[in-house]
């Protein structure tokens, strides 16, 4: 039973575009939400989160949008730059500091200059 | 400021055999987890340490064990393994309600 669901497994983007990453969940009990983003050969790195009272977060060029009704968030990278290229995991949890959290299967982002 | 550490990087394993992994939590951090990454998936919650004791476990059988020390580093401890265990294994550590900080992982080969 996959609860968080990266449904697209790779995406490629021109330098300077916009990069939009999507994930869907189902579990109504998750309150809190994570990007993580990964290279090969080291750990997941925390990039940004979302508490489930907000509906947007922003940290430079990255910002997550959280549609609860909807059951989905995204990540919106702006200007994508090669140093972006990485895989990128959507995580949930029951609340903020959980350590418990429930991973997608990572998007692969390139980004082509 | 050294990160989590994990050890060893690489490891290879005969079916049947016992693994122990390490890891070293960020310093300050008092509350460990480990996670299994396969092939091509997201990385899947096994357990969660805090105070020396299991706190939180995931969907793992028994034989995927875990112990934390006085000094917060931890163990994870697989027993008869199987094929299907070879993956890369993740720790990460937090302090409170601080996001989690992943280790490099090790990657463990079962053949």
């Known amino acids: 039973d996959q609860q968080v669901k990266q449904n697209s497994p790779s995406l490629s983007v021109q330098e300077g575009r916009i990069s939009i990453l999507n994930c869907d969940y189902t579990?109504?009990?998750?309150?809190?939400f994570l990007w993580y983003k990964k290279y090969p050969a080291e750990g997941p790195t925390f990039l940004i989160s979302i508490s489930s009272i907000k509906d947007k977060n922003e940290d430079g060029r990255f910002t997550v949008f959280l549609n609860k009704s909807a059951k989905h968030l995204s990540l919106h990278i702006v200007p994508s730059q090669p140093g972006d290229s990485a895989v990128y995991f959507c995580a949930a949890s029951a609340h903020q500091g959980a350590q418990k959290l429930v991973f997608g299967q990572g998007t692969r982002l390139t980004i082509n200059p | 400021d050294a990160g989590v550490t994990q050890s060893p990087t690489h490891l290879i394993k005969t079916r049947g055999q016992q693994v122990t992994l390490r890891c070293s939590p960020k310093s300050g951090h008092d509350t460990v987890s480990w996670y299994q990454q396969a092939l091509g998936q997201g990385p899947q919650f096994i357990f969660q340490y805090y105070e020396e004791e299991e706190r939180q476990r995931g969907n793992f059988p028994d034989r995927f064990s875990g112990h934390q020390f006085p000094n917060y580093s931890s163990e994870l401890n697989v027993n008869a393994l199987l094929l299907g265990d070879s993956a890369l294994y993740l720790c990460a550590s937090s302090l409170a309600s601080d996001e989690a900080f992943f280790g490099q992982g090790t990657r463990l080969t079962v053949v």
């Open positions: 579990n109504s009990m998750f309150d809190y």
